[in-house]
């Protein structure tokens, strides 16, 4: 049997700028592709509902390109990926598997269980960078420690070397090892059925490589010609929408990166525009060195005062914000979107997050298991940090006492209601005068608007005023008891 090597795809399901891929196939092995639903290893963090919906179409895309550029197919495996792929070697005689690196402290775990397991079998299992524009342990401090302020921490990326530039679509392996048994993303059933509460979502997405490169280009060729505004208007189309494509790599953040410079040497009035996009970019980098250093975010507080904040318990409020029923337009809204749609604005991720954690004070780990249920970016990193800068608890995090007007949000950036409009279609009827504020209109306004509150529109859950100062109160004996 002539050699082989296994290319274990992961959170890189793409061909061009794939650094451990491109290195398997130059060993002149025969290449074994292969992707293993893995909802062992994570445990609790397993791929949500929405993420899985983009998986499926992910896979689709990745084995169709395999099949165009190399006339071979993707093998798919079910089950611990500790367990499946020494099962794999021993079946096909691979003496080497080749992976990018994965930060989710699960991943890492399991990397060094695996690496543990194939030493002691003879077999080469290396990892290699690819998802990320500088490597956890790459960017520290003079006192060589992680950063935890990202405006020093972008200060210091800028400060060293371009990222490397993007590698181009591998050569054709010199030979491949076909026949191998193989489940089907069938067998997988990844898509929701009965209901399937994703329908119309292929109209809204193109998961895999070609969908993110059209992404980008869209984006290069419009949206970031007015990017510092318009990123926060939530109707328009302001921001390149490539969170989903990178969280399962797609695309690498490398192309990404060179594709705006090249952009920007082309047309130099775009420097400002562009340099806010990649601090965007290096926020996702800023997430996953944090969780690198301190793994224990998406469970605990980073500020470690943030463990005795008394936290509120209320299945019904929480309900209601899940639902997108709390009497807040813009809040609804975004809970919507995020239902409907697998996405939400980032903007309306802060004011939802804010309303979730201050208003409600519940606790920003409910908000988290949502969106990882709901998001097809859920990205362990992204989110556990997202949360917390909001909540007040995490790095850099924005203070706690810093309090989201839901009602002053929506007229600051959804002024004319398009938004609203589109996801709250029952408040569609309101003159923008009350559309943020529904409570305050007139009974007639109501009536022509066909509102009757609490029956087809509910009556805000909390009051703002109230629910500011009893936020800040707790805040306040949190702070004195526990030095927060």
Known sequence: MNEAIIFWFRQDLRLKDNPGLDAAIASGKALIPVY????????????????????????????????????????????????????????????AVFCSR???????????????????????????????????????????????????????????????????????????????????LTDWQLLPDSPNWAAGWETLWQPGAEGAAQRLQQFLNAAIDDYQDARDIPAQVGTSLLSAHLSFGEISPRMVWHATKAKVAQEHSLLEQSNKFLSELAWREFSHHLLHFFPQLPQEPFKAQFAHFPWESNPTALQAWQQGQTGYPMVDAGMRELWQSGYMHNRLRMIVASFLTKHLRLHWRLGERWFWDCLVDANLA??????????????????????????????????????????????????NKYLHQPSKAPAKVLEQAGLVLGENYPLPIVEHSSAREQALSAYAVARESFNL
């Open 382 to 431: 992204n989110n556990a940090s997202g949360w917390q800068w909001v909540a007040g608890s995490g790095a850099d995090a924005s203070p706690y006492f810093r309090i989201f007007n839901p009602t002053t949000q929506g007229e600051k950036f959804d002024p004319q209601g398009d938004y609203i409009r589109r996801w709250v279609p029952e408040l569609a009827g309101l003159p």
């Open 36 to 95: 293993i639903l893995d909802d062992e290893s994570p445990s609790q963090w397993r791929l949500g509902q929405a993420s899985r919906w983009w998986l499926h179409h992910s896979l689709s895309a990745l084995n169709k390109e395999l099949k165009q550029h190399y006339g071979t197919e993707l093998i798919l495996r079910r089950g611990s990926a500790k367990t499946l792929l020494p099962k794999l070697c021993d079946e096909t005689g691979a003496d």
């Open 102 to 184: 994965q930060y989710e402290p699960w991943a890492a775990a399991l990397e060094q269980d695996l690496h543990h397991l194939f030493q002691y079998r003879a077999i080469s299992f290396k990892r290699f960078a690819g998802s990320l524009l500088f490597e956890p342990g790459s960017i520290l401090t003079q006192a060589g420690g992680p950063f935890k302020v990202f405006t020093a921490f972008w200060r210091r990326c800028r400060s060293g070397p371009e990222p490397a530039l993007p590698l181009g679509l591998p050569k054709a392996p010199q030979s491949l090892r076909t026949g191998l048994a193989s489940d089907t």
